[in-house]
């Protein structure tokens, strides 16, 4: 599991940066990837990065301000050009689905995979036996959404030593222990799980913020997380400014992560006026003054998801 940034910019793309896009690669569970978020500019990102559009299974939009929003169109009909073909599932506030019906129908682009618009007001989205998505609405001008991601427990591993004693060689039955099943061998001899197997691994937990003010949501959405991604338009001492524009400053967005007890923090979405690696610097420092573990997102690199140690 690995966070890729296409996009880390507020408002407008820039010279040095695109406007959002955030990836989450599930490589080894699903072999896709899920983006949260589309701006302008998306699949020119993509083009740059090792990501494959037919590989794209879900996508969460978090409000539809155009920073936001305005590439989704051009994506979707490009994932058809490039040889998509699996279904995709788009989940976003109410509007999403008039938005891309008209852009679609306008521009008559030809979508040849199923395409479903998940309109939503936060709760539960989607679960199966890997993940589960959930949703909560956040603060902005617009109704904009938080997004929590959590893996389900793991089983523990095998004792392939232990099972060498049994006389038991890699095959079908390893993966019935593997379940938490009882087996039986061919020379009778039962294997309970419990008796081989480790304790299970805990799943992992991403969560990734809309723009926001600091607000009563982001703390559930944020509890425990693996990962917490989370806006920070403007260093500090311009709160004034970012409480009117209805975003976070880089001390509220380590406060959120301190309360939540969160394990990593990456900051993103970051105002024009910061422009250079020189000017993001205090930004980082400012947070890390709260929260030691935050670093600024930087598009294009890969942000390992890491299982808690002993877990």
Known sequence: MEIYF??????IPTVQRNVTSVVLRLLEERRSFWMFDCG????????RSPLRLGKLEKLFITHLHGDHLFGLPGLLSSRGYQGGTAPLTVYGPPGLKAFLDISLSVSQSRIPYKLEVAEHDGGLLFEDEHFKVESALLEHRIDSYGYRVTEKDLPGSLNIELLKGYGLKPGPLYGVLKSGRDVTTEQGITIAAADVLSEP?????????????????SIPLAREADVLIHEATFAHELAKMAREYHHSTTVQAAEIAKEANARKLILTHFSSRYSSPEELGPLLEEARAIFPDTQLAEEFRLFPVERKKGN
């Open 201 to 217: 691994k805990r799943g992992r937990i991403v969560t990734v913020l809309g723009d926001t003010r600091p607000c009563g949501n």
């Open 40 to 47: 302008e500019g998306t699949q020119h990102q993509i083009l």
């Open 6 to 11: 296409l996009g880390t910019n507020a408002g």
